[in-house]
């Protein structure tokens, strides 16, 4: 099956640092989404993009569709305690829905 | 809060005990879907539901049986599972628009099976 890399596997960050993650694929998808999962919980919708190029914002998340859309990126400002989880990014064409490898985000107060 | 709703949140079970999952939505979304999860790893498809009819089955055991009963309801029934069962099992679901194909998927918060 189609496969989403993501990178970089997991992250240890001071509170306050910036996050900086991505997703490549070796084909193209029409639509990328970025999802955090919390422990016990489902993921989360955090970011969808339709638009190669797009750059859409949700409060301190950041994410790109990538020119090629291959790939797409997210960025987390002034990252807080609580943006602890795994993030997925996830491609969606036609029917089909791929997810990411995931990232494992770790803030330290 | 999720709008897609899973119960029961935990499930033990024995290997010769039959249940099933249930999931509701009433987003008007006419795609459900049942995913496998395991520790740390992403969600992996199980079965998809497009206008309450199974159109995918990503050659899940038969030990797994989904049901659609109607538009809002996904239900999936259990019978002789096996301890490499054990998962987080999530339950989505989308808008459908024609051409464009699914939407973004909206998740439950799942069901914690474990089998003994």
């Known amino acids: 099956g189609q496969q989403l890399n993501q990178s970089p596997q997991s992250m240890f960050i001071q509170e306050g640092e910036d996050v900086s993650m991505n997703c490549t694929s070796s084909?193209?998808?029409?639509?990328w989404l970025w999802y955090k999962q919390e422990p016990g919980e489902g993921p989360v919708l955090l970011i969808a993009l339709y638009k190669a190029g797009e750059l859409t914002s949700n409060g301190r998340l950041t994410a790109q569709f990538g020119i090629t859309r291959k790939d797409s990126f997210l960025n987390i400002s002034a990252s807080i305690p609580s943006d602890v989880g795994i993030y997925f990014c996830?491609?969606?064409?036609?029917?089909?829905?791929?997810f990411g490898t995931g990232t494992s985000l770790t803030v330290i107060p | 809060d999720t709008e897609v709703t899973q119960t029961p949140k935990h499930l033990v079970m024995g290997m010769t005990n039959k249940k099933s999952l249930k999931c509701e939505q009433h987003?008007?979304?006419?795609?459900m879907y049942w995913y496998k999860q395991k520790a740390k790893k992403p969600p992996e498809l199980m079965f998809v539901y497009s206008y309450e009819k199974l159109s995918i089955n990503e050659s899940v055991p038969s030990r797994f049986s989904p049901e659609c009963p109607n538009s809002s309801l996904l239900n999936l029934h259990l019978h002789a599972l096996q301890p490499e069962d054990s998962a987080l099992y999530l339950c989505?679901?989308?808008?459908?628009?024609?051409?464009?194909?699914?939407?973004?998927?909206?998740f439950g918060d799942g069901t914690r099976l474990s089998i003994l």
């Open positions: 987003m008007g979304h006419r795609a």
């Open positions: 989505a679901s989308s808008q459908k628009r024609g051409s464009l194909g699914n939407q973004p998927q909206h």
């Open positions: 084909s193209i998808f029409n639509t």
């Open positions: 996830a491609g969606l064409t036609g029917n089909q829905f791929y």
